[in-house]
């Protein structure tokens, strides 16, 4: 009874913090960072304990999914040179440079527990970065980057986490070109299981008439990717994107599951995170307990790692700015030195590396087991709160503003295919009904437009006839955006903001 009372609490608890956040103008996870921070002063708080081997396979799958249901095949080979530098030659780079700051600051801890502890603190959180992004306004190609960076870098840090634990645990050297074939094994593994995966389902969602089915499936198989992944020493992460973009690419999906599933993922994405965050911070609160009179000094050495973490993003994303500058690149980031302090300010590290902390087994290094949590919720209160709440004042400062262009073009390709399809049906209705019909359209596509709205009782002559025409033209502005959606450089997000209106239209035109 205490741990479901405990569960609905956290829940509530979610849900209160991101409406005060949404009230201020604050990023959710920020303020669940500080509610975690805050809850280790707090007594008489339930002990609650997930397995170590359990905290990532429950909480991993379903947020990485509702990412990775957002982006597309288009948008992942635009941003191929980002994620190859940022999501993998990236996390490497900072793990080197981690793993040596910690092995300088805890000469005890080994190589082996550096290399782990170096690997939890790595990535950076694409969720965190998700609900940072769109409130404080970061333009799309800049959040279109960071995203594809979260949702693949937690596989080279976790391969890499894995590495350094496998050698802690059984007291050996840690095996380099061992680790490197594992990696390659994984991907190679992940893509396969995702792709087949991601298939299938697109196959049972196209024979599925029942949209509770269907979203029910999408529910299913995250957590059933990731365990088979995992299973044949692959990566889940990995594994659970490619099969997310592939159904999203593949399904044929109506306007019914697109809006219900977008409500029901951002549900779960919500209540996912928080629950998260509250359980790994009562098992952080038991940590600091622990960590007794090394509370200060593994404090000191959080606080030193997170800088280290910031330089080494910065300097490596300045680098990738000459690079994409000398040949020439436009449809990624950063291109200018505002969006690299930008970028780097935004590499915010949140539950992923909280989770790979807290499931080092006890009996792993006694030194890890007391610091480790403490030393992770430091750079969480340095990577993620500070730059949580200075970035409206850093965006301000940038001028970095949000270009409505893509937008624009993605509504005037719907409107236009949408007038293209009635153009090409004069002869379905009388033409007085088919002009009434045609003022209709235009109502919905143009505001400014509003003061010449359709004709009804031209339209209520023909109801059937003319409610036909209607949701084919808007279904033919449909098709256009989930053609558009897999082009390569048009931002998934854009498309899926433009989609909603049409599917909301349809709907509204079928009642």
Request: glycine share 8%.
């Amino acid at each position: 009874m205490t741990v479901l009372a405990a569960l609905v609490g956290l829940m509530l608890a979610t849900v209160i913090v991101v409406a005060v956040g949404d009230r201020a103008g604050l990023p959710w996870p920020v303020l669940l960072v500080l509610l975690t921070a805050g809850a280790l002063f707090l007594p008489g708080l339930p002990d609650l304990e997930v397995p170590a081997e359990m905290i990532l396979p429950i909480f991993l799958p379903p947020l990485l999914w509702a990412l990775a249901r957002r982006t597309s095949w288009g948008s992942i080979r635009a941003q191929l040179s980002t994620i190859v530098s940022l999501s993998v030659l990236l996390v490497f780079v900072t793990v080197a440079a981690l793993a040596g700051t910690a092995l300088w600051l805890m000469p005890g801890l080994g190589l082996a527990g550096a290399i782990v502890l170096a690997a939890a603190l790595a990535p950076p959180d694409p969720v965190a970065v998700d609900a940072v992004a769109e409130p404080v306004g970061i333009p799309r190609r800049i959040t279109s980057a960071l995203a594809s960076e979260g949702l693949f870098n937690d596989a080279a840090s976790i391969v890499t986490f894995h590495l350094g634990l496998a050698a802690l645990l059984a007291g050996e050297d840690v095996s380099f070109a061992g680790g490197v074939l594992d990696f390659v094994w994984a991907v190679i593994a992940s893509v396969v299981i995702g792709l087949v995966a991601g298939r299938a389902t697109a196959w049972f969602t196209d024979h599925v008439g029942d949209t509770t089915a269907r979203n029910a499936l999408s529910w299913v198989v995250p957590f059933a990717v990731y365990l088979l992944a995992e299973e044949v020493a692959a990566s889940g992460v990995i594994a659970v994107v490619i099969a997310a973009v592939e159904l999203t690419s593949r399904a044929s999906l109506g306007a019914e599951d697109r809006l219900s599933g977008g409500a029901f993922w951002g549900t779960v994405e919500m209540l996912f995170t928080g629950v998260a965050f509250g359980l790994i911070g009562l098992s952080v609160r038991d940590a600091v307990e622990e960590v007794g009179a090394e509370l200060w000094h593994a404090a000191w050495v959080g606080a030193v790692l997170a800088v280290v973490a910031v330089v080494v993003r910065g300097i490596w994303l300045w680098l990738l700015y000459r690079v994409n500058i000398r040949r020439g690149r436009r449809a990624t980031a950063p291109l200018r030195l505002q969006e690299v302090l930008l970028m780097t300010w935004s590499g915010m590290r949140g539950l992923v590396t909280l989770a790979l902390v807290l499931s080092i087994p006890a009996g792993a290094s006694d030194t890890l087991h007391h610091e480790a949590a403490v030393i992770a919720l430091v750079v969480l209160l340095l990577t993620m709160v500070l730059p949580g709440l200075t970035l409206p004042a850093l965006m301000r400062a940038l001028d970095l503003v949000e270009s409505p262009e893509q937008v624009d073009h993605l509504h005037d390709r719907a409107r236009r295919a949408a007038r293209d399809y009635l153009a090409g049906h004069t002869r379905d209705l009388p033409e007085e009904a088919h002009e009434a019909v045609g003022r209709w359209v235009r109502v919905r596509f143009d505001e400014h437009e509003s003061g010449h709205g359709p004709d009804h009782e031209e339209i209520e002559r023909w109801r059937g006839a003319a409610q036909q025409l209607r949701l084919a033209s808007l279904r033919a502005a449909q098709q256009e955006l989930l053609a558009a959606r897999g082009e390569r450089g048009v931002d998934p997000g854009a498309v899926d903001e433009v989609l909603q209106e049409i599917d909301r239209m349809i709907l509204a035109a079928r009642g």
